[in-house]
């Protein structure tokens, strides 16, 4: 790679950071597991960054490459049961406030399915229309659409569980 | 609170400082540029990305290995109606195959102390297993390569995995009379050093043994354990793979990888699973460490203990009265197999299709496993 397309690529991964960290913080569940997602991701957006940057919309070539990273990861991790504790499956306190709030919300959106949680965090964090969230996962965008709506429902559905606060949510 | 109101609270969440290293990024990716101009020099079919697991996986393989031909590998794969022959992986002369049957163990293990075999991964051009202790800290990784692989390791930079040779190791004393090699080693994702051996077992064919430790490392030394494991190691055709059920197989596709995975539930109540995955017939990778650029749908059965609870995701549908969990990839239903819990991943599948599948599922008595699963 030319001096000049690294030093663009290093323009562009450096003003993407901070939104790239927090949509993978979300579908990973975690910050530093998050981290590792935009290490890995932005390692593949190098060796491919000659026809990424020729790419008509590089954010969403950046975030294909980010989910699939986290899908492949979410694969293998499936195939293996879950044998330790884990901060979702900790009892949730029972007051509520914005921290807490969140954390509640993060461990709802770590129960949604893979592909659930990819289309909401794209829809909604990374604020990619229906379309581009379409081409980003290889689906429709009624499937964008569907998935976005049942991963909504079910994180109103988890958090008013583990707030025993039915109908908190609506 | 609303749809706008959960959505902010995810905004508004603060992250910690990054731990991303765009110079580590740039560093490695132009490692890899090397490692792919060399690969696609030699005629590699693939290129490795930044893995979750750094284990020694197929890069590139060498003339002899029929590439071309889709319908290489085990089962009798039929695409569109038409049935493809199977083919029996090419053995040459020197009895070191090219391809391993993934119906077929070659790996024996001779004492090996507190450990035991977690999981087993049979594939086309490799297999690993995975020892651990009781604790699960202690962790020993054996991969064997067929003839013609290409190491591939995540260095002690903690980077992504590249092409390694492994005669530029530290030499040391010799397994099974051949000449090894201590490597550099490190666990990419959780970034723990491991002591990594490795050897030649036959012609141009790798195996290597990784011991980790995740916990103050108290216990037996790493080079001590792997060597351990690496004197007691025998690589031949150990026999075949006993599979708990038989099932049909997907169109289009073929057995890319079989996983026999045992562990015990935090309660001390035993795990088991059983996978076979299925790959697109035209994919010659078959590796699940490759970059999505590489990689082509796979579709996964197994056969498993699992119980509501144990994975993610919650009960949310029934199947054929039995509890079953929808996700979006396929559908895991509990107790289905004589008690025991059908899971079937199957990215881009109908729900229609998804059903077919686990109802051709076939279980077998656990006194009863067969060698022959592909129906």
Request: charged content about 20%.
């Amino acid at each position: 790679m030319k001096a000049e397309q690294e030093r663009d690529f290093v323009a562009y991964v450096t003003g993407r950071m901070p939104v790239l960290r927090r949509v993978a913080t979300q579908l990973a569940g975690d910050a530093h597991r998050g981290d590792d997602l935009v290490q890995q991701a932005i390692t593949k957006l190098y060796t491919h960054w000659r026809r990424a940057s020729r790419a008509e919309n590089l954010d969403a070539y950046v975030y294909r490459i980010l989910v699939r990273v986290f899908l492949d990861e979410r694969r293998h991790s499936w195939a293996r049961v879950r044998l330790a504790d884990s901060p979702a499956d900790r009892a949730a306190p029972r007051a509520v406030d914005d921290v807490e709030n969140r954390l509640l919300l993060r461990a709802a959106l770590a129960q949604l399915p893979p592909r659930q949680r990819a289309a909401v965090v794209l829809r909604f964090l990374a604020d990619r229309s229906v379309e581009e969230a379409a081409e980003i996962l290889g689906v429709t965008p009624g499937t964008v659409k569907s998935q976005t709506a049942d991963g909504l429902a079910s994180l109103r559905r988890l958090f008013a569980a583990s707030t025993d606060r039915p109908g908190v949510l609506s | 609170m609303n749809d706008e109101q959960i959505l902010t609270a995810f905004r508004e969440d603060a992250l910690p400082p990054s731990e991303v290293d765009v110079s580590r990024a740039v560093r490695i990716g132009r490692r890899h540029g090397r490692v792919r101009a060399l690969a696609a020099g030699a005629g590699a079919v693939a290129v490795l990305a930044a893995g979750a697991i750094a284990v020694p996986t197929v890069l590139a393989h060498s003339a002899g290995r029929n590439t071309s031909d889709p319908a290489t590998g085990v089962g009798a794969p039929y695409c569109n109606g038409a049935p493809l022959p199977a083919i029996q992986p090419t053995t040459p002369p020197d009895a070191t195959p090219t391809e391993f049957n993934p119906l077929r163990y070659w790996l024996h293990f001779g004492d090996t102390g507190a450990l035991t075999v977690q999981s087993y991964t049979t594939a086309r051009f490799w297999q690993q297993a995975t020892l651990t202790d009781r604790s699960g800290q202690t962790t020993v990784d054996v991969v064997v390569q067929a003839r013609g692989g290409q190491p591939v390791f995540a260095d002690e930079s903690g980077g992504a995995p590249h092409a390694v040779d492994p005669t530029t190791g530290t030499p040391t004393d010799e397994v099974g009379g051949h000449p090894a090699f201590w490597l550099p080693g490190h666990q990419a994702l959780h970034q723990y050093q491991v002591a990594r051996l490795g050897w030649q077992w036959g012609s141009n064919a790798w195996v290597f043994v990784a011991a980790t430790d995740t916990s103050s490392g108290t216990g037996t030394p790493l080079p001590a354990l792997a060597r351990s494991i690496a004197d007691g190691l025998r690589v031949l055709d150990a026999g075949p793979v006993p599979v708990p059920f038989s099932v049909k197989v997907p169109g289009c596709t073929r057995l890319a990888l079989t996983t026999h995975y045992r562990a015990t539930r935090d309660d001390g109540t035993p795990y088991e699973q059983f996978d076979l995955t299925f790959g697109d017939v035209t994919d010659d990778t078959d590796n699940p460490l490759l970059s999505p650029a590489s990689m082509t749908p796979m579709i996964t059965v197994s056969v498993s203990d699992a119980r509501p609870g144990d994975k993610p995701g919650s009960v949310d549908s029934t199947f054929d009265g039995h509890a079953a969990t929808r996700t979006s990839a396929g559908m895991i239903v509990y107790g289905a197999a004589d008690g025991r819990a059908i899971d079937v991943s199957a990215p881009g599948w109908t729900t229609e299709q998804v059903d077919s599948l686990v109802r051709a599922v076939h279980p077998r008595p656990v006194v009863d496993w067969t060698e022959n699963p592909l129906e």
